[in-house]
């Protein structure tokens, strides 16, 4: 029987996992080092499966180049981390493995795990964001995951920013206040003077961190019309988040998006997502499926 | 040989077109009354090329159904005009014409249409926003309309406000200063006094609509990562607008999505449309062409 090979590439950590999905996944995990070490290890985890391995897939820290057509498609890119800047991840363990490599970001992975196994299971259109030291979002339009360009950016969108109830600047580096400047860990840290772990569920920071993510929440909703939208990361951490969350996307949107999903399903259209720890190395798992398919085919 | 048919449905008038594209392309028009009379008309126009006629495509006023699976797919629903209230557009075309029909809202089809023919041509992801008396969006996602839950509602997006420059508080009925509210026709009307058609190319309302249209341009570059964005409409006939949105889109964006399209590219990146006026007929053609295809798939 054939399996399948996932690898969720960390910038502190490789998860690898082999199986078929949720219910069969076999994983290791190490840290990452260098390039060559940390590949040698993926490799040596992987190779004693190979003549069952069909295809491997690659979810990626980045930034990543994601296109087919680049000379560097494959490739992790302008890093911080100077070794593994220009490296290329996707040829090496292709070349190792001698398997259809499927490549993306961590957060579209992940995104794909939820739509495949998860939370937004037989969903043809929905929304991945994780809400944590930065915020990142993936999107499935149509039962695929949404590329365009480059791929979504979605924590650097802008957000009304009302400085009178919020005079905390925003700590993105490129735009200061986007949503990522005021609503992910550090922002929230650093307005309040404590990690969002160690504020109580009953502090004034959970109200407007549920106004942020709600304002970006009605400005997907009136653009990509996704059928649910998945909130995870640590900051998510805090479950009362998701009740304050949907009231205010019940308020802001204010009765114009009149679907079943929000007038009467806003428990379900904003969930968690089900797949926890292990959405990232499932994702790997999937992009797998979709490259030995996409070997078939071709 | 066979040729399309497409019908913009609109509020106030219906344009009908039969062919197979730009080159080849039969139009008359005629205005919007009751139901009866303008389908009377409608197909009238195409029952003399009916054994020629290989589909019909339809780009409506709506609110619509497009779910395929509802019992209401292809009818326009709560719409103002009492007349036109749930009616079976889609089935009354069918039945006269006994060929496939497509279905789509007007702002969809006319963002099919600029991908098919138009300034989006051979580019996978695009968007095409109309500025005029509503603001509406239509994206196209790996060379297919996106639809999702309903579809776009893109005018609706939540934008910074900042109120010591701008204390107009926006017409949006139910949002007041969403983008529609703030960056619409009607809004700077109701902010400047005068039609936008009115205010000189040297007034201040053009500097501030340039900065509200590149306010929801970043947040959908970030969440689309559209390759192209054509921006058409009665607002955007004040063809500086473009290079002072340009120059907001690339100060807000501030070099973080460094690829070409945008660092090289930004004088094609935001383009006007090419169909001009012809877009929503052509888009309809366009509908029928994939009615047509998925005809023959099934």
Not at 93 to 104: K, N, T
Not at 134 to 149: E, Y
Request: proline content about 6%.
């Amino acid at each position: 029987m054939h399996v399948f090979g996932g690898i969720e590439a960390g910038g502190t950590k490789f998860v690898c996992g082999i199986g078929t999905g949720p219910e069969d996944l076999e994983i290791t995990q190490f840290p990452t080092t260098s390039p060559e070490e940390t590949i040698r290890r993926t490799v040596a985890f992987f190779r004693v499966q190979t003549n069952r391995l069909q295809a491997v897939g690659i979810g990626s820290f980045g930034p990543v180049d994601l296109h087919r057509s680049s000379p560097t498609y494959g490739y992790i890119t302008s890093t911080p981390k100077l070794e593994w800047r220009n490296f290329d991840i996707v040829g090496e363990v292709r070349r190792a493995l001698d398997v259809p490599v499927g490549f993306d970001t961590d957060v579209n992975a992940a995104a794909l795990a939820e739509t495949r196994w998860g939370a937004a299971k037989g969903l043809s259109d929905s929304l991945y964001l994780t809400v944590g030291t930065g915020i990142g979002g993936g999107a499935i339009v149509q039962g695929r995951v949404l590329h365009g360009m480059l791929h979504p950016e979605m924590g650097h969108i802008r957000v009304p920013h009302d400085l009178a109830r919020d005079p905390y600047p925003g700590c993105c580096p490129y735009h200061g206040d986007c949503l990522e400047g005021l609503a992910s860990g550090p922002a929230m840290e650093a307005r309040w003077g404590a990690k969002s772990e160690d504020l109580p569920a009953d502090h004034a920071a959970w109200a407007l961190e549920a106004h942020y993510l709600a304002l970006a929440l009605a400005t997907w909703v009136c653009t990509l019309s996704p059928k649910r939208v998945l909130l995870g990361g640590g900051v998510m951490q805090q479950t009362r988040l998701f009740e304050l969350t949907r009231k205010e996307l019940a308020r802001l949107l204010n009765g114009y998006i009149s679907t079943t999903e929000i007038t009467d399903g806003l428990d379900r259209f904003v969930s968690p997502p089900l797949l926890g720890q292990r959405a990232g190395v499932l994702g790997a798992l999937a992009l797998a499926e979709q490259a030995a398919g996409e070997g078939r085919r071709s």
